[in-house]
């Protein structure tokens, strides 16, 4: 099954900075720079095929995430893996994202209210780390004794290949009767 991902939000998000690296890490080379705007890069692939991607280098510019969508579609092409997979290399900041998972781990001596739960970013499962109010806790002990699933809103950051969701303003036992949060 091929996907195209053409989430604005997602893609809206992505680092240049990341996706120079990125391209950097994989063999591309930067051909040229359009003043501030934009970079050009390119790659000779073993094939013989010639591909170029031209990099918006600010992410508040109109087209950005269409550019996106693109840059997903040219590296797809070159390194014969999916766009989700692809994403999930890159992404490293989604704002004001819900999450929904499961409690796998409890910090309970040493960093009280730290938890780890498991859910899905970019449609693959992740380990997300977050730290959460006394009565958040609770609710969070409850749901790894009982393997109750947990939804929670806040802004997923990944650093150094580790999710952690901060300024969480939302999390609850997940009902899934009403698809949301349990009162």
Known sequence: MIVTV????ILSNLDPQQ???????????????IG???TVWVIS?????EFDITLPLNPKTRSFALRMVEILATLEKVEGRS???ILSDLITKVPNTEIEGMVIRLAE?????NVTIIGFVVGKPQQIHLSLSESEYNQA?????ERLPVVCTGDLIKD???FVLQKTSSFALYDPLTEGAAV
């Open 83 to 85: 766009q989700l997979d």
């Open 19 to 33: 996706l120079t690296t990125y391209l950097q890490a994989r063999g591309w080379q930067q051909e040229s720079q």
């Open 160 to 162: 150094n290949n580790t």
């Open 6 to 9: 053409r989430d604005p939000d």
């Open 45 to 49: 692939t073993t094939r013989g095929e």
């Open 141 to 145: 002990r409850t749901a790894y004794q």
């Open 36 to 38: 501030n705007s934009e």
């Open 109 to 113: 001596r040493n960093h009280p209210g």
